[in-house]
């Protein structure tokens, strides 16, 4: 079954530092995609990035970063020099490809509290 | 181009009562998800719809139901709600099958009484 750790409940940090958000995922297929959201207090949840299981490049774009490895099954995102208005919820998140269909059901982590103090 | 729009953004109601929550897919997506999202368990996948039709479901009672119109807007319908019900109600739209990402309207958030 798939499943979406996120062990870190709540992490506040002071303005500028760096923070990493730990995801671990648990699944059986070996096609799938993982997605980090934020969730400000507006409840919108907005997309941040997409991996798919074949690649693992990690990423940067401007302060974020995301560390994706498979040996750990981990999807690590990091912030660097971080802002308040970072301060949000942030859900990482697993789906299945599934020939013919739909990157229908997404399968979310607990999220992570990020709280960012001026 | 606009996002995903829900309407309404804030419902109450009593038990017993039935609602129906609308989601307008982003222009050209054909595909609508829903989620509830509850502090006790989190986010969870409600169903997905394309091209009309029903293509997955979640473990949700048959109170919980759903429909996607031709213009592949979607509404769910929630009848005889119960207190547990209340809830975030998110809805994610995606471009077509096997590509891209869901991307999320701003919810409704429905409070039963």
């Known amino acids: 079954a798939q499943k979406v750790t996120q062990a870190q409940t709540e992490i506040s940090v002071v303005e500028k530092e760096d923070v990493t958000l730990d995801c671990v995922y648990e699944?059986?297929?070996?096609?799938?995609?993982l997605f980090w959201y934020k969730q400000p207090p507006s409840g919108e949840l907005v997309f941040l990035i997409r991996?798919?299981?074949?690649?693992?490049q990690n990423e940067i774009s401007g302060r974020y970063s995301w560390n994706f490895q498979k040996s750990t099954s981990s999807f690590n995102f990091t912030i660097t020099a971080s802002q308040v208005v970072d301060s949000a919820v942030y859900f990482c998140?697993?789906?299945?490809?599934?020939?013919?269909?739909?990157?229908?059901?997404?399968?979310f982590g607990r999220g992570t509290q990020l709280t960012v103090w001026p | 181009k606009a996002g995903v729009t829900q309407t309404p953004r804030y419902l109450i109601k009593t038990r017993g009562q039935q609602v129906t929550l609308s989601c307008s897919p982003i222009?050209?997506?054909?595909?609508v998800s829903w989620y509830q999202q509850t502090p006790g368990q989190g986010l969870q996948f409600l169903f997905e719809?394309?091209?009309?039709?029903?293509?997955n479901k979640g473990n949700f009672p048959g109170r919980f139901s759903g429909r996607q119109f031709s213009n592949s807007r979607s509404e769910m319908n929630v009848s005889t709600l119960e207190l547990g019900d209340s809830a975030l109600y998110l809805c994610?739209?995606?471009?077509?099958?096997?590509?891209?990402?869901?991307?999320f309207g701003p919810g409704t958030r429905l409070t039963v009484l």
């Open positions: 991996r798919n299981s074949f690649d693992e």
């Open positions: 719809y394309f091209s009309e039709t029903q293509r």
């Open positions: 998140a697993l789906s299945e490809l599934k020939r013919g269909s739909t990157l229908g059901r997404l399968y």
């Open positions: 222009s050209g997506h054909r595909s």
């Open positions: 994610a739209s995606t471009l077509t099958v096997n590509t891209d990402t869901q991307y």
């Open positions: 699944t059986r297929d070996t096609t799938y995609y």
